[in-house]
């Protein structure tokens, strides 16, 4: 055992108490950290950058994904801001725009919201009507997410 080779090579009382007090230290540290980090809140950041028409997605701090999306095309306009989602639905159907599909939608602002799209060739830039959209598939990995950690812990992101 590691202790047993430490003890032996140190024949001085003070150096026994020394390494001790380190090892106990670092068994301290340890538990410390574990412990804060099991208290910390899972959290779920999507940013929407309008100027680069990207999301990025962040989970606890730690890079996620980066994906094309489509934000408001001439016209229209996307809000800026932050916010957290206020509810969210599997499908919906747009009562504003001749019931267009909205799958996955994760709406954060009135009627505003994230969700998958057919027009997978516009995304990367604008061509929505203020909503953003995403690819299908990716649209569903980021309402799982949502649904995984809870809208109290997501924030969407919206900037220039």
């Given at each position: ?39 910390a809140v899972a ?69 505003y919201a994230i ?30 997410l949502v649904k ?13």
């Amino acid at each position: 055992m590691v202790s047993d080779v430490v003890f032996e090579m140190a024949s001085d009382m003070f150096v026994k108490r020394n390494i001790i007090s380190i090892v106990a230290a670092g068994f301290l540290a340890v538990g410390a950290v574990s412990f804060n980090s099991s208290v910390a809140v899972a959290e779920v950041v999507a940013k929407i950058d309008l100027s680069s028409q990207r999301m990025t997605v962040h989970v606890n701090g730690w890079y996620y994904a980066s994906w094309k999306v489509s934000t408001a095309r001439r016209g229209y306009r996307t809000p800026i801001g932050s916010w957290r989602p206020k509810w969210l639905a599997r499908m919906h159907y747009s009562s504003k725009y001749d019931n267009s599909p909205m799958p996955h939608s994760i709406f954060f602002l009135g009627g505003y919201a994230i969700h998958g799209t057919n027009s997978i060739r516009s995304l990367g830039r604008p061509a929505s009507h203020g909503c953003i959209r995403l690819h299908p598939s990716n649209a569903r990995k980021l309402f799982a997410l949502v649904k995984q950690h809870g809208r109290r812990n997501t924030r969407i992101r919206i900037v220039r």
